[in-house]
T-cell receptor
């Protein structure tokens, strides 16, 4: 059973607002990931981290930023939300020894 | 870049039928995972297969990893409406660096 949490589950905000999507895991995993997924579409990697103070951009360009100050916490921030940011954001961490990824329940973001 | 292909893309069947979905690649994977995702939720890990030729069973679901570790299949016996969802395969290459997802098979089981 994976222990990875995301808040909020749903968020509706206006254009121009700054938001932070929270992700935390209690499994002590070093590697964590953020994916973006539109309804009925594939997962796209937007950020990842191999440990504290490590962050990298993923395959899909994103205007969001991430930080990794603590192993268990990997928040994603949008400085100025736009309607084009409307999507589902999924956080994951990578387990051992088989490197499988465990996902949180996701945050469904709607920017009006 | 390694790609995972899944087939079929869509599958709609009646309750009680059996089905098999496939995950294929031209590359060798150190492990493969199968996930099920429901709308608005994150993917839930069903199984990890590691050894070529390995077969794992999870109630009515049977997972197989190809001998060459390039392909995998998921067989569901007597499908139920609760099996409806998007089935994703995913895996790491032999170096453990690149984790890739297949595009998924969208299964609908009608009562």
């Amino acid at each position: 059973e994976a222990d990875i949490y995301q808040t909020p589950r749903y968020l509706v905000i206006g254009t121009g607002k700054k938001i932070t999507l929270e992700c935390s895991q209690t499994m002590g995993h070093d590697k964590m990931y953020w994916y973006q997924q539109d309804p009925g579409m594939e997962l796209h990697l937007i950020h990842y981290s191999y440990g504290v103070n490590s962050t990298e951009k993923g395959d899909l360009s994103s205007e969001s930023t991430v930080s990794r100050i603590r192993t268990e916490h990997f928040p994603l921030t949008l400085e100025s939300a736009r309607p084009s940011h409307t999507s589902q954001y999924l956080c994951a961490s990578r387990g051992r020894p088989y490197n499988e990824q465990f996902f949180g329940p996701g945050t469904r973001l709607t920017v009006l | 870049t390694q790609l995972l292909e899944q087939s079929p893309q869509f599958l709609s069947i009646q309750e009680g039928e059996n089905l098999t979905v496939y995950c294929n690649s031209s590359s060798v994977f150190s492990s493969l995972q199968w996930y099920r995702q429901e709308p608005g939720e994150g993917p839930v890990l069903l199984v990890t297969v590691v050894t070529g030729g390995e077969v794992k069973k999870l109630k009515r679901l049977t997972f197989q990893f190809g001998d060459a570790r390039k392909d995998s299949s998921l067989h569901i016996t007597a499908a139920q409406p609760g099996d409806t969802g998007l089935y994703l395969c995913a895996g790491h290459d032999n170096y453990g660096q690149n984790f890739v997802f297949g595009p998924g098979t969208r299964l609908s089981v009608l009562p």
